[in-house]
């Protein structure tokens, strides 16, 4: 079969492998057809992700497929079955695990980070980090379900957010998944804001994010006050992974209020400290997902809460892999998620 | 009566007064007996506060007097009895206000810290809302410590329940020991103070605090390691205002753990933000204290379970208000709680 290997930053080969080995009693063997192309993904393939620092990469974290064979335990799923997987290997037996916070697993690898991911035709899961797939989501949907379930986990973070105000600081794929999230859970109004492009909101509007401000045409508090009036806002969540998203948001957001951080940063930003401390701000991280949020997920994207096609803006066949990291490198502005078809339909 | 002002920066002076007003009927006179002088009081002298630095200024938050007299609608309180007040003027109607987070109401006001006048001088006049009943076997010392007694009840509950866990106070001076204190009583496993100046970490151990260490000696990961072994801390309470405490507290607490903010930072601290989105962490600020805060300092202030002696460094007559800062200013390392005697007993 077939395999995509980031050889080295800047570099990826499409190489022929063997098949999988034999599924053991708890596994699934997937037939990919469907993989997206992430921030992160981008990140790694520059040499600047934070944690990523061995080479070769086999990538691929946001993915679909079709259930071709499980193994003699398995009883969930079957063959033919649509389905994607969590990427997560965690140790069971550290603090945060038996506490059931096993997405922040202080032994965690990631598969198509540390661990071998899904690009390649054919891909091993095990039971336990599998979601199934309603056969009415397309594959390319279906591919979409790991970026909104960190938008599941994200809008869970900061508490009910039914009745308050929230503001989204970014308008890639992850911000407006937890802009679409924020609303389905009952935020009264939600604003996503971004420094980049109008091509960004207007994808946001076609997803049903109402409310956009471009930060390069309207100041923050501007924005601010033309969406919520007086009322300002309460949650505040942080996908831009910059120091004016930061500031921005915890400047404004109401006292005793939330902002929670996704963003990764290539640079540290300055905190005002003592202003977080005087104003009772919680400052949380939100650190992929668990598997409730992935079927959360599934079921958003199924009944038509969450939007995926408007996000979708080009395709590349899989043997064409690094035409994609080259096309998102010069098109980024005008892109959101690029998908990879591995299978045809 | 005599009154003491901050004139300005570096400046404090005695003056004549009026005595206060008739009383209101929700009033109370307190003849005030002692006030203790507040790192927040030092950082205003040296006008550096970030937010309180409006001059001349009638500084006093942290007190303790005697009821001289009382209002006509007041019930619950007698001449003849001890008692100090939360020092908030809080609007009751914001946001925060509505949902009774009023220690963060968008239009605090704090007396003698910015604003409405403070209790350095002979009588002072509270309102009974404020106001907290003291047992006649507590000193007016204690009485005066039960301001940052409740900076301590608050913020540690700001995580959530301690039961069961390991806790790292970051500052050994009256509110990081208090912190600390209050840790030990709501039941934590561990709890490590750190400080530079040993005379604190002494002082720490008086008060019955598990475990110090001087992070000028010993890093913050090696004590820890000696505290918890391989446990590790689940809590951070940051009551120094410093980065190193900061990026000590975010780096070593356990994924998913909490970190509390109550130190004031003179300049603002870069954060390591997409480690703590990583994994997970809660950086959540503590604001003063609500009333439930101040009654359950008096409870476990009168009960014995927070000690107050080994922190009161030094007295001073109340003609000598300016001696004590230059005194704090000349031992700043050393110098824990100072006490103003308004009163001689």
Not at chain 1, 40 to 60: A, E, L, N, R
Not at chain 1, 82 to 110: D, E, I, S
Not at chain 1, 226 to 232: I, T
Request: with cysteine; proline share 5%; aromatic share 8%.
């Amino acid at each position: 079969m077939r395999q995509a290997v980031l050889t080295t930053p800047g570099d990826i080969e499409i190489r022929e492998i063997p098949m999988p080995a034999p599924l053991k009693p708890n596994e699934i063997l997937l037939r990919i057809h469907r993989i997206g192309v992430c921030g992160s993904d981008i990140h790694v393939f520059h040499g600047k992700h934070p944690f990523v620092t061995k080479y070769p990469v086999i990538q691929g974290h946001e993915y679909s497929g079709e259930i071709l064979q499980v193994g003699s335990a398995v009883t969930t799923v079957r063959p033919g079955m649509k389905a994607t997987a969590r990427p997560q290997v965690v140790c069971g037996k550290c603090a945060p695990c038996l506490r059931g916070q096993y997405n922040v697993c202080q032994n965690l690898t990631v598969q198509g980070f540390v661990a071998n991911g899904s690009a390649q035709d054919y891909f091993v899961v095990t039971e336990d980090r599998i979601a199934a797939v309603p056969d009415s989501v397309s594959y390319e949907q279906a591919a979409l379900i790991e970026p909104a379930a960190v938008g599941a986990h994200a809008t869970r973070r900061a508490g009910p957010l039914t009745g308050k105000n929230v503001v989204v600081a970014g308008s890639g794929t992850i911000g407006n998944l937890i802009a679409q999230f924020a609303i389905a859970r009952g935020a009264k109004k939600v604003l996503m804001t971004t420094a980049k492009s109008d091509f960004r909101l207007s994808v946001a509007r076609q997803c049903g994010i109402a409310e956009t401000a471009n930060l390069s045409t309207e100041s923050f508090p501007d924005a601010v006050k033309r969406v919520f009036g007086s009322e300002g806002f309460q949650v505040g969540i942080e996908a831009a992974g910059a120091q004016g998203a930061v500031t921005d948001l915890i400047a404004g957001v109401e006292n005793g209020g939330t902002v929670i951080i996704v963003g990764v940063f290539e640079e540290n930003p300055v905190v005002n400290m003592g202003f977080l401390g005087e104003h009772e701000l919680n400052v949380l991280g939100s650190m992929m997902y668990r598997h409730e949020d992935y079927e959360e997920a599934v079921h958003f994207i199924a009944d038509g809460r969450i939007q995926t096609t408007p996000l979708i803006t080009s395709h590349f066949p899989f043997d064409k892999y690094l035409d994609a990291y080259h096309f998102i490198e010069k098109e980024g502005h005008k892109s959101l998620k690029v998908m990879i078809d591995v299978a045809d339909n | 009566m005599r009154q003491a002002v901050l004139t300005e920066p570096y400046n404090v002076i005695l003056r004549d007064v009026p005595p206060p007003h008739e009383l209101k009927p929700n009033e109370i006179l307190l003849k005030i007996h002692r006030v203790g002088v507040c790192g927040s009081d030092v950082h205003m002298y040296y006008g550096k506060h970030p937010f309180a630095n409006t001059y001349p200024m009638v500084q006093g938050h942290e007190y303790g007097g005697e009821i001289v007299r009382v209002g006509s609608a007041v019930t619950d309180f007698r001449p003849g009895m001890k008692a100090t007040a939360r020092p908030h003027l809080v609007c009751g109607h914001c946001a925060p206000c509505l949902r009774g987070q009023y220690n963060v109401c968008q239009n605090l006001k704090v007396e003698g810290c910015a604003g409405p006048e403070g209790s350095a001088q002979e009588y002072f006049i509270i309102p009974q809302d404020r106001a907290v009943h003291i047992p006649d076997s507590m000193t007016y010392d204690q009485v005066a410590m039960i301001e940052p007694i409740a900076v301590g009840a608050h913020s540690t509950r700001r995580p959530g329940s301690l039961v069961g866990k390991n806790v790292v106070v970051t500052g050994a001076g009256t509110i990081g020991n208090l912190v600390a204190q209050f840790a030990v009583a709501r039941g934590a496993k561990k709890v490590l103070i750190t400080d530079l100046v040993d005379g604190k970490l002494d002082i720490a151990r008086q008060c019955g605090i598990h475990e110090s260490a001087n992070t000028g000696k010993e890093t913050l990961a090696d004590a820890a390691k000696r505290a918890f072994g391989s446990e590790g801390f689940q809590v951070g309470f940051e009551a120094v205002g410093a980065q190193p405490a900061l990026t000590d507290l975010i780096a070593g607490v356990e994924n998913g753990g909490t970190v509390v903010i109550i130190g004031v930072y003179v300049r603002n601290p870069v954060v390591n933000m997409g480690f703590l989105g990583e994994h997970e962490l809660n950086v959540v600020g503590s604001m003063m204290y609500r009333h439930e805060d101040y009654l359950e300092a008096v409870d476990w202030t009168a009960n014995g379970i927070i000690k107050t002696a080994p922190l009161i460094s030094r007295h001073f007559p109340f003609e000598q208000y300016h001696d004590a800062y230059k005194f704090i200013e000349a031992h700043s390392d050393q110098a824990v709680k100072v006490m103003i005697d308004v009163a001689e007993n």
